[in-house]
């Protein structure tokens, strides 16, 4: 008699791909997406959204639990495909949030293949030919940005996040020699610019280093990193006797897309090098997150302009690769492809110029006596992952193989042309200015003034004179009002979905500037679409300032 499990098992062993081939079985696997597929389409409208979003029941979802008897693939299907309703659809044309992209077709297969064979990336026994790819892309990527990919090395991480991590990690162990083994046994400081991701207040509290370790640095007018204050704050910490784990140029910052100067700041470390007599060179990791896939442009022949480019979007390709193509410069940097490169989160690269400073952080070998038999790629040596997915590679590798240079240029380079012609007419409207104008990405931050406001000197007083901070503030409320009416009509299919920023920068005085977000990432947004933003907030004046 069979073992009273024996019949739920068979069950179970039915949601599984077959180990061996079985074509009844594999295409019932094929059929179950398909259905999956099937039942989000049902989702789709002409909204940015998946189905209606409907207010979310916290209180019913602290109430589950596990269910006694199992479930079957098709109802798991439905219950799942239940779980993106009401979710945005970051692909259309109509949603210009923030910075999050709709992956393309072969990354979303790269994701599937590399679930469906589940690659641990910790060495090239448990991933194979994964572990190859991941190599591919960090010498691909190298030659990309610059570095020589003979000596470069990378891996990939848990996000941008992960890269600026790894990045000053090993700026720390260079800077404090023995830190891996001992903990940190005396000040460093990590210097970063106030437009620089909040995610550097993480990465030194988790490395131990505190928040206090930071060492912010102001920007200049156009959100790149002021040198000259750069060069006095590093001085200071180091006449305080402090080490710098790490500097932290940013290339393109998230809110604006300001470009740090790397030249600039490797010089000013190169000197304090001389001046403070260092026995270490103080590392610079670049967070390049957003701004890598200009890179693509660095050999654009901006003169013959072979994909017809207008004038306006030319001068904006070349001004930011003007910065980007400096990012060889930099001991490390970080390379989101879900950012820039229209893959599924998370696909991150941590690029180091040198791999050989990968051992700083590796540990010894002795203590994970049951890995590491054979096989000759073991980046688990020095990852901070223990297992580590091959989902980002392949969608990464996927995007690339889609893309080509010519690939990604075209679909840039249209994105920044949308965004100029955005701020063409911004601009060339009385009603209008655009904040970020020295800034060469696909996000425009602009502001929306009352009638009776002097657009073309506005801008200036309020960010300079404390005279205007009360009037600053109305301003402010005024374009909360007009991003209230704006959500509200995008919610209701009409006009497109923006986004508002409580703090585009602060004036010289110390207060916030709020402004409006127009961030550019659908393929598929056309001139259309971006008269349809003006439209908008013009009609979305009217009505505020009637109101
Ligand atoms: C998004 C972003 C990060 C964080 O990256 P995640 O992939 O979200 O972890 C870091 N730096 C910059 C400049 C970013 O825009």
Request: hydrophobic share 40%; net charge negative.
């Amino acid at each position: 008699m069979t073992a009273a499990y024996r019949s739920t098992l068979e069950q179970i062993r039915l949601a599984f791909p077959q180990p061996v081939s079985n074509p009844v079985h594999d295409s019932y696997f094929v059929h179950s997406i398909l259905r999956a597929l099937d039942l989000v389409d049902g989702m789709k409208s002409k909204l940015p959204i998946l189905g209606r979003a409907e207010p979310l029941d916290y209180a019913a979802a602290v109430q589950q639990q596990l269910a006694d008897a199992p479930s079957s693939i098709e109802k798991v299907t439905a219950e799942l495909v239940g779980y993106l309703e009401g979710i945005t659809v970051f692909g259309h044309p109509r949603w210009q949030e923030n910075v999050l992209t709709q992956p393309a077709i072969p990354s979303l297969i790269g994701v599937l293949l590399s679930a469906l064979y589940n690659p641990n990336l910790g060495w090239d026994h448990t991933s194979h030919k994964v572990a190859l790819a991941e190599l591919e892309l960090a010498a691909l990527s190298a030659r990309l940005i610059g570095y020589d990919p003979a000596q470069a090395g990378g891996i990939f991480t848990f996000g941008g996040t992960g890269t600026n991590l790894y990045g000053v990690k090993i700026g720390l162990e260079k800077a404090s020699p023995g830190t891996m083994q001992r903990g940190l046994h005396e000040p460093a400081v990590v210097i970063a610019s106030d437009a620089a991701h909040y995610c550097r207040y993480n990465l030194a509290g988790w490395l131990g280093l505190g928040a206090d370790a930071l060492v912010t640095v102001p920007t200049l007018g156009n959100n790149e990193m002021d040198v000259r204050q750069l060069e006095t704050q590093a001085r200071a910490a180091l006449a305080q006797g402090k080490k710098i784990a790490a500097i932290i140029a940013t290339l393109g910052t998230t809110d604006a897309f300001g470009l740090d100067n790397l030249g600039g700041i490797v010089e000013v470390r190169d000197a304090l090098v001389k001046e403070f007599q260092l026995p270490y060179r103080p590392h610079v990791h670049a967070d390049a997150v957003i701004g890598w896939a200009w890179s693509v442009f660095n050999d654009y022949d901006v003169e013959a302009n072979p994909l017809g480019f207008r004038r306006r979007t030319l001068r904006a390709i070349a001004g930011a690769t003007h910065q980007v193509r400096h990012l060889h410069l930099a001991d490390s940097l970080g390379i989101d492809f879900h950012k820039s490169a229209f893959t599924p989160y998370i696909s991150s690269l941590f690029l180091l110029k040198d791999r050989k400073e990968f051992d700083l952080i590796s540990r010894a070998k002795e203590q994970m006596p049951y890995l590491y038999q054979f096989g000759e790629y073991r980046p688990g040596m020095f990852t901070l992952e223990t297992s580590r997915a091959g989902v980002g590679i392949l969608a990464a590798l996927a995007s690339l193989r889609l893309f080509g240079k010519l690939g990604l240029q075209a679909t840039l380079g249209h994105l920044v042309e949308m965004a100029q012609l955005l701020r063409e007419h911004l601009e060339g409207h009385a009603a209008t200015t655009v904040l970020n104008r020295d800034n060469f990405g696909t996000v425009t931050i602009f502001r929306v003034y009352p009638p009776g406001v002097d657009t073309f000197t506005i801008k200036q007083q309020e960010f300079e004179d404390p005279v205007c901070r009360d009037l600053l503030h109305k301003h402010n409320d005024y374009n909360r009002r007009i991003y209230q009416y704006l959500h509200a009509e995008a919610a209701a299919g009409r006009g497109v979905m923006l986004s508002q920023t409580d703090c585009y920068r602060l004036t010289s005085y110390g207060a916030p500037i709020v402004g409006l977000k127009s961030y550019m990432l659908s393929p598929f947004i056309d001139e259309e679409h971006v008269q349809a933003v003006v439209d908008k907030v013009l009609e979305a004046r009217e009505r505020v300032t009637s109101s």
